[in-house]
C-alpha cells in the first residue's frame, strides 16, 4: 500500500515569492493534515480537513498561507509571499478519521522550504 | 505556552539496555496520547499509543505508561536496539478535539552497539 506522498522534497525559493506543496495521501483517509515543523521543534498543525472541507485552520497564517483539497483526495498548501520564516519543514499526514484509534496519522516524507 | 514537553532532548543508551523516554502534559483534557518515531529525512511513524482509560499499553519491546494525576507518560524499550536510534515525539490529544494532535519537541534517542 502506497504511503503518503509529498512533492518537491526540496524547495529552495527567494524570500517574496510563492511555493506550493502538493499531498497525496493514502486511499481511503478521510482527515488530511498539514503540518509545519522548524528546527528542534515538533510538529504544530497548520490545517485539518475531514473529506474537502477545512474543519480547523485556526493555525493557518491567512494572510499568507493557502490551502485546498479538491474532491476530498490530494491537496496543495500555499505561501505567498514567503519570508524568511518560512523556511521548515513541511509536513502532510492523513488519517482514516479522528479520535482514538483514528487519531494516529501517517506522515509523508515532507518538504523542506529554505527561503533565501 | 507548550502544553506537551519532552524535557530531555537526547538520550544515549547500550544495546540491549532499556530506554525510558519521558512526556509531560499541561492540558486536562487531552486523554489520548500517541508516540511516533523519526528517522533523518524522513516523516514520523506511528509507533504506540494509549488511551486515559489505561494505564499501559504494550506492544512487543515498547510499552507506554500513563499517570493521568501527574499528567507524565514515558515511553520504555527494553532491550534497545541500534535500529532504535531516532527521534520520539510524544503526542495528545482531547477527544473534544479529536483530529488535533499536539506533539512535543522530540527526544533524540542513540543506541550504541
Known amino acids: 500500500e502506497a504511503g503518503v506522498v509529498q512533492s518537491p522534497r526540496y524547495k529552495i525559493i527567494e524570500k517574496k515569492q510563492p511555493v506550493a506543496f502538493w499531498c497525496n495521501p493514502i486511499s481511503g483517509h478521510n482527515t488530511l493534515y498539514w503540518y509545519r515543523q522548524n528546527l528542534g521543534q515538533g510538529p504544530e498543525l497548520l490545517i485539518r480537513?475531514?473529506?474537502?472541507?477545512?474543519?480547523?485552520d485556526s493555525q493557518l497564517p491567512k494572510d499568507r498561507f493557502s490551502a485546498e483539497r479538491l474532491k476530498g483526495v490530494d491537496s496543495t498548501l500555499k505561501i505567498q509571499p514567503a519570508e524568511l520564516g518560512d523556511s521548515a519543514v513541511y509536513l502532510c499526514a492523513s488519517s482514516l478519521g479522528t479520535g482514538g484509534v483514528n487519531t494516529e496519522a501517517f506522515f509523508g516524507q515532507g518538504t523542506r522550504l529554505t527561503v533565501v | 505556552d507548550q502544553q506537551v514537553k519532552q524535557n530531555s532532548p537526547s538520550l544515549s543508551v547500550q544495546e540491549g539496555r532499556i530506554s525510558i523516554l519521558n512526556c509531560d502534559y499541561t492540558?486536562?483534557?487531552?486523554?489520548?496520547f500517541l508516540w511516533y518515531k523519526k528517522y533523518p529525512a524522513e516523516g514520523p511513524t506511528f509507533l504506540i499509543s494509549?488511551?486515559?482509560?489505561?494505564d499501559k499499553n504494550e506492544d512487543g519491546r515498547f510499552t507506554v505508561f500513563l499517570n493521568k494525576s501527574a499528567k507524565h507518560l514515558s515511553l520504555h524499550i527494553v532491550p534497545s536496539q541500534p535500529g532504535d536510534s531516532a527521534v520520539y515525539f510524544c503526542a495528545a490529544s482531547a477527544s473534544t478535539n479529536a483530529g488535533k494532535s499536539t506533539f512535543g519537541d522530540g527526544t533524540t534517542l542513540t543506541v550504541k552497539p
Open positions: 492540558n486536562s483534557m487531552f486523554d489520548y
Open positions: 494509549i488511551s486515559s482509560i489505561k
Open positions: 480537513y475531514e473529506n474537502e472541507e477545512a474543519v480547523d
